[in-house]
């Protein structure tokens, strides 16, 4: 059986006294829930990771950054490393995010960077792919997500790809309420695993867990996570209410 993941995916949110409550309510009602085979992530601004570990250590979440430096360390300002992420036990880190493509001009050769330094440091990767509006418009979503994950995880060998988590994001559905359906997401989903298959071989593809996102929420998330190719969710709005996100959580 796949591993299941549900990762919250916080972005620019929270002042210190709100992450600290949302933490201690994700606790909560995370300790009383049933469901142990599926790991719950948070991913909270840099500046709270070491609160959020001291309450993973519980456990019950498991604590993930948001971005990494594609350097190994020296005079990057502003840049947090994946040697530090991996000192402070934090397990996961999201990359190639679209905000970060869109705003800081990642490019898939960066998001193959960080990759390598994460693996490298022992920090599991959730590598974000998915097509904007008009790509699905016309019809270039297949081409443009297989170009993504090829140009930014294909040059791993196979004991590395293992590692990786995906997150299929499409880019129309981020924040705006409009949800892949849960066919879409399926569609993608067994394209991403093919397209894997083809790449690494059965096996390998067989064990990828791939992740949706995109308007995710606590009444949608259980359609979407029982499509057969669809491991778990990437969640952004829904994950900074802490009873949406345990429901998610609880969706499989
Ligand atoms: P929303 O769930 O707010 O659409 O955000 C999804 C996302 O970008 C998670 O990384």
């Known amino acids: 059986m796949r591993r299941k993941l549900v990762a919250g995916n916080w972005k620019m949110n929270k ?5 600290e409550d949302l933490l201690n309510e994700l606790y909560d009602a995370l300790e ?6 599926v790991d719950v992530v948070v991913c909270p601004p840099s500046i709270y990771l070491e609160m959020a570990v001291d309450f993973s250590e519980t456990g ?24 530090m992420l ?8 999201i990359v190639g995010h679209s905000e970060r493509r869109k705003y800081h001009n990642e490019t898939d050769a960066d998001i193959a960077q ?32 297989k170009k993504q994950i090829s140009d930014s995880l ?11 988590i995906i997150a299929y994001e499409p880019v129309w559905a981020i924040g705006t309420g409009h949800t892949a359906t ?3 997401a399926q569609e993608m989903h067994a394209f991403i695993r093919q397209t894997v298959e083809e790449k690494y071989g059965k096996e390998i593809a067989k064990k990828l867990p791939i992740l949706y996102g995109g308007s995710c929420n606590a009444k949608n ?9 669809v491991d778990g969710g990437l969640i952004g709005g829904a994950s900074l209410v802490a009873q949406d996100f345990v429901t998610i959580a609880n969706a499989f």
């Open 32 to 37: 009383s829930k049933t469901s142990s085979n």
């Open 86 to 93: 991996n000192s402070m036990q934090v397990e996961y880190c």
């Open 60 to 83: 019950i979440i498991s604590v993930g950054a948001q971005d990494v430096s594609k350097y190994e360390n020296g005079a990057y300002t502003g840049e947090i490393s994946a040697q």
């Open 182 to 184: 849960p066919e879409q």
């Open 15 to 19: 002042s210190f006294a709100e992450a």
């Open 154 to 164: 294909f040059h791993l060998d196979p004991l590395d790809f293992a590692k990786v």
């Open 221 to 229: 998330a259980h359609d979407l996570f029982t499509q057969p190719d």
């Open 114 to 145: 960080k990759t390598n330094i994460l693996l490298k440091h022992e920090i599991t990767p959730i590598v974000c792919c998915g097509e904007v509006l008009d790509e699905r418009e016309s019809n270039n979503h297949f081409n443009v997500v």
